[in-house]
């Protein structure tokens, strides 16, 4: 089912049953996939009687606050507020189960630890080029919507599911679900038949799509609108059809903006006809942070390798720029953006495999 091999399913369950400890990690700044997948593994292990921890880099969005129920909570540690906690577990864990990333880079002050680890190592992911050959176990595929999706479907071919979307914890089914919703931006993009059997299976579980679109689409602060409006009336158009919009940390603060607040600002241009890729850099601390989509034919991932330190999927990935030794400030980055972008559309690797 799936592309999943079924006796990777026996060896995950032989995994999980021999291990005393178990330790679930997600991605930096978790987005609705990490935390959704995350969740879920976490409510799954728990309620199959096994000791299980979820360990967040960053702590939960408030928009994804709903997925962090009283057991979930109870089980998590935020890497941020609490690195000697998360380094313990680590430490004491018999496996890691790292979902949503490809690479132990991903997981942030954790990375070097992970990567010396003794424990058991499973991978659960549905980026490009995972890093499979640290893993003792990996289960990736790009051709999925979601890390939730994959999960999803490991979980069913579980022998206590048996295929029954219904057997599976009620928490556990609504926190998959989110992971979807919020990687498909609703089922805008990454949407396969399998995406939409999942959908359905979830919900004749009884999962209440209502309630998710709630909290994740329906629930945002008036500020970040205003903000997303002004990026709008700013925003440039380069001559080969590439629409950038930056937002520097003056601005942010002006308009008092919030982490993970201008999640999917990066996705509005792309409903110009004309517009072949959007970029958005959102300034922090120390850099700027970059997000790519493109329309099928130009890949975002290669773009975020070549110029801007990351990588990620086909039509949607990310990277960063450091200040000031890469970019100096918004202007330099607005000119190193018409740079690159012009010499990558004039280039021929900027196909993706989706045509
Ligand atoms: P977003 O633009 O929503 O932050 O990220 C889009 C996709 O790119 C996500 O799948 C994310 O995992 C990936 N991505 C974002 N930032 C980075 C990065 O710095 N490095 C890599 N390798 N991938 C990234
Ligand atoms: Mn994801």
């Known amino acids: 089912m799936n592309g999943i091999n079924i006796s990777d399913i026996h060896r995950f369950e032989n995994f999980i049953a021999s291990a005393g400890r178990t330790t679930v990690l997600v991605h930096i700044r978790p987005d609705g996939d990490a935390v959704g997948s995350g969740a879920a593994m976490l409510v799954f292990l728990r309620q199959s009687g096994k000791d299980a921890v979820l ?94 999706e994959l999960l999803y479907n490991i979980l069913l071919l579980m022998s206590g599911i048996g295929g029954d979307a219904g057997r599976l914890p009620a928490d556990a089914a609504t926190a998959l679900m989110t992971g979807m919703t919020t990687d498909t931006n609703n089922f805008a993009n990454s949407t396969y038949p399998e995406t939409l ?93 970059v997000s790519i989509r493109s329309k099928k034919g130009i890949s975002a991932n290669g773009c975020a390798k070549r110029y801007f330190n990351g990588g990620g999927h086909e039509l949607a990935a990310g990277g960063k720029m450091m200040v000031p030794s890469e970019l100096k400030d918004a202007e330099d980055a607005a000119r190193y953006i018409e740079k690159v972008t012009h010499e990558y559309l004039s280039s021929t690797d900027r196909r993706t495999s989706l045509q």
């Open 197 to 289: 059997e999942m959908a359905s299976g979830l919900i004749k579980a009884g999962v209440d799509r209502e309630m998710i679109l709630g909290h994740v689409f329906n629930n945002f602060r008036e500020e970040r609108l205003r903000v997303l409006g002004k990026l709008l009336t700013d925003m440039t158009i380069t001559e080969d059809g590439v629409a950038y919009m930056i937002l520097d940390r003056k601005t942010a603060a002006e308009y008092d903006i919030q982490e993970g607040e201008t999640e999917g600002f990066v996705n509005m241009p792309l409903s110009i006809g004309k517009i072949k890729m959007s970029i958005f850099l959102k300034q922090d601390k120390d850099r700027f942070r």
């Open 55 to 148: 360990i967040l880099p960053h702590s939960c969005p408030d928009s994804l606050m709903f997925l962090m129920t009283e057991e979930v909570r109870r089980n998590t540690l935020i890497y941020e507020d609490n690195p000697r906690a998360a380094e313990d577990r680590i430490k004491e864990s018999d496996l890691l189960i790292c979902e949503d990333f490809n690479d132990f880079s991903r997981a942030g002050g954790m990375a070097p630890l992970l990567e010396s680890s003794g424990a058991a190592k499973i991978l659960i992911d549905h980026h490009l080029n995972p890093s499979s050959e640290k893993f003792d176990l990996v289960f990736s595929r790009t051709e999925t919507s979601s890390t939730s």
